[in-house]
Each structure stands twice: as structure tokens, then as C-alpha cells.
């Protein structure tokens, strides 16, 4: 555009079919969705509802992180719009509850809401109608004074999650451990720490859970890494315990930072993020790892 090009032909073509009109992937990562979800800015954190008719994701511009949606409609993918957004603080790490009547995501918004505070808190907002209500805060349950970020839930409601609340004074304030809190009758209880086949005095975040818990997925910052912070994985035991977390290798991992995994409802593919786009892969790497 600096050149003279025609700013309304930016973008302008129409998005068609499951998975944004993409061809999936194999066993070879593929940005997902260029130059319609993932562009020349920092795209994170994503979801998409069961149905595979709405996409949720984070979008980072000019420092600050808001989130975006876009669905499909009469067989086309609308033009996605920003759905969550402030001057004050930011909002990102959208994650859809198991009902799909809440849209969790964290901020570092005060629960006043007139401010923004130091750390991060998770949040939610209610479906109502085409519209979503004000943000209500997770509650004490969950949320302290230090930071909880990136959400995801089993079929059943339970929420994994990631916190630095007991982070030792040896450690520092960035250190996150994975977390999980039981719904039940209708309120989160207090929260679990993983063991140390998933937590280690190393960075573990961004955990994203199977709906039936039969594997685990997280980011995490270890000297044996291939870049800034890699994928890793763990597969539920016979036993009902976690394997060692293994490093999900050079299909996934690069040298640089890949955060925020999801995998699609269908169970098919995981997108997650790298070098601040979008990418997808096949979950038949999981199969590979498993062995």
C-alpha cells in the first residue's frame, strides 16, 4: 500500500468451507489460514466452537492483545471483527466452556474494571443472544494475586490452567506450573498442581487438555529445547497418571517460541502458535510421540 496499491483489493477474496476453506495438513506444520487469521500481525491463542462454525483468536497490535471472531455463514467465513477489546488493558487466550455459553480469556483488567493491574487474571463472558455480556472475573477459586493464564477444559468442565501462586522465592515470578480446578455445582473448586511428570522448575504453561484427559499438551521453557519455548506432551497412564512429558520435536518445535495449543473437536488437528502466526499440523504426530 506505501507503493500506491489499491487498499480495497487487500483481503478482499471469500473464504469457503470446514477449516476456513484450508486444505489439511499431514505430517508437515502449515501457517493456518494466511492473509485471512494469520497476517502481518501476532495471531495466538485460538479456538474453534464444536460445530466448526466459529473461530475465536488473539490478535497482538501495537502492544496491546484483543480478540477476534469471525463464523460461517450461508457457506462463507465472515470477515473476522474484533469482539473483545480495550484502551486499558488487554484480552486474549480465548477459550469456549464445554456448553459453549461462556468465552473465557485473561486480562490483566482490575475487577473494577477501570484499570489494569500487574498480573493476570482469567475471565469470562456469557452468550447472550448474538451478543456476549460484560466480563465477570473467574472468582478466588481460581484467580490470586500473581498470574493464571491460558484455559482449557474436559468435557466434563474441569479447567486446566497455568499460575505462578506458588512460585518459591528461588523462582522467578514468570515460572508458571499447570493447574486444575473441578466444576462442580456450578463453582470451581480449589485448584491441583500436576506432578513432576509435567511440572519441573522450568517455565510450564499454555496447557491445552484432551476433552477425555487421555493426553496433555503444554508449552515449556527447558535447556533441552529446540527454540525460545517448545510443545510438549503427555499421555495418561493406564494407571491413571501422566508419562513424562516428551518434547514434541522438530514437526512442531522450532527455534522459535511455539505457545498455545489446541486441538480441533474433531480430534483431528492441533493449531497452535509459532514466530506469531497461526499454524496447523495432524494430530497423527501424537501417535508417533505415543510410541
Not at 62 to 88: C, H, M
Not at 113 to 121: E, F, L, Q, R, Y
Not at 163 to 174: D, F, H, L, P, Y
Not at 227 to 236: A, T
Request: net charge negative; charged share 25%; glycine share 8%.
Amino acid at each position: 500500500m506505501s507503493q500506491g496499491a489499491d487498499e480495497s483489493r487487500v483481503r478482499s477474496f471469500t473464504v469457503r468451507g470446514s477449516y476456513l476453506g484450508q486444505t489439511p495438513p499431514r505430517l508437515e506444520r502449515k501457517v493456518f489460514a494466511p492473509n485471512f487469521i494469520s497476517t502481518e500481525e501476532y495471531e495466538f491463542g485460538s479456538v474453534f466452537n464444536a460445530a466448526g462454525t466459529e473461530f475465536y483468536y488473539a490478535v497482538e497490535k501495537g502492544g496491546k492483545p484483543f480478540i477476534r471472531y469471525t463464523k460461517l455463514e450461508n457457506g462463507a467465513w465472515s470477515q473476522p471483527v474484533t469482539i473483545l477489546s480495550s484502551d486499558k488493558y488487554g484480552y486474549n487466550d480465548p477459550f469456549l466452556s464445554p456448553d459453549e455459553n461462556r468465552l473465557y480469556f485473561i486480562s490483566k483488567r482490575s475487577l473494577d474494571g477501570n484499570s489494569a493491574k500487574d498480573d493476570h487474571d482469567i475471565w469470562y463472558v456469557k452468550r447472550e443472544g448474538d451478543a456476549w455480556s460484560e466480563p465477570i472475573n473467574a472468582g478466588p477459586n481460581i484467580n490470586s494475586e500473581f498470574n493464571e493464564y491460558y484455559i482449557s477444559f474436559t468435557q466434563t468442565g474441569t479447567m486446566y490452567f497455568a499460575s505462578n501462586v506458588n512460585a518459591s522465592a528461588n523462582r522467578k515470578q514468570s515460572n508458571q506450573d499447570i493447574y486444575y480446578s473441578k466444576f462442580i455445582d456450578g463453582k470451581f473448586q480449589k485448584p491441583v498442581v500436576l506432578g513432576s511428570a509435567i511440572n519441573t522448575e522450568n517455565y510450564e504453561a499454555d496447557v491445552f487438555i484432551a476433552p477425555d484427559e487421555s493426553y496433555l499438551i503444554f508449552c515449556s521453557t527447558r535447556p533441552e529445547g529446540l527454540g525460545r519455548g517448545d510443545l510438549y506432551i503427555s499421555f495418561k497412564n493406564d494407571n491413571g497418571g501422566w508419562s513424562e512429558a516428551v518434547n514434541m520435536g522438530e514437526l512442531v518445535n522450532t527455534e522459535h517460541h511455539e505457545l498455545c495449543p489446541y486441538v480441533t473437536p474433531d480430534g483431528k488437528y492441533m493449531l497452535y502458535t509459532s514466530n506469531e502466526d497461526i499454524y496447523w499440523i495432524s494430530t497423527e504426530v501424537f501417535e508417533q510421540l505415543k510410541k
